[in-house]
């Protein structure tokens, strides 16, 4: 069984940085694509960035491209998302997701992911 569990959430100022963490459970995590989400009350679950590490490509929603990083630690099974400049859009709860099938494709849509961790709320202040 596969559990997600992540970590680093909180309030900042705008402009300010973040780095949440996702502790992934699981003996083949390096064959996972894993991406993150965010939600808000009332509004469908939206998505944020995703990476594979078959291809090593990466894929970004146009709204953080060149603020937010995804990046991971195979050795302590850790995927990260670094996010920098934040403004007080990015409020939301955090989702980590892997996919676990193997395969090579970026994916941004959520049915596409297997597996889901709890949430990490970020809210920004302005």
């Known amino acids: 069984q596969v559990q997600l569990v992540e970590s680093g959430g909180g309030l900042v100022q705008a402009g300010g940085s973040l780095r949440l963490s996702c502790a992934v459970s699981?003996?083949?995590?390096?064959?996972?694509?894993m991406g993150w989400f965010r939600q808000t009350p009332g509004k469908e679950r939206t998505f944020v960035a995703t990476?594979?590490?078959?291809?090593?490509?990466?894929l970004y929603a146009g709204s953080v491209k060149g603020r937010f990083t995804i990046s991971r630690d195979n050795a302590k099974n850790t995927v990260y998302l670094q996010m920098n400049s934040l403004q007080p859009e990015d409020t939301a709860v955090y989702y980590c997701?892997?996919?676990?099938?193997?395969?090579?494709?970026?994916?941004?849509?959520?049915?596409?992911?297997?597996?889901w961790g709890q949430g990490t709320q970020v809210t920004v202040s302005s």
């Open positions: 699981g003996r083949t995590f390096n064959t996972y694509t």
């Open positions: 997701a892997a996919r676990a099938r193997g395969d090579v494709g970026l994916q941004a849509g959520p049915r596409e992911y297997d597996y």
């Open positions: 990476r594979n590490w078959i291809s090593d490509k990466t």
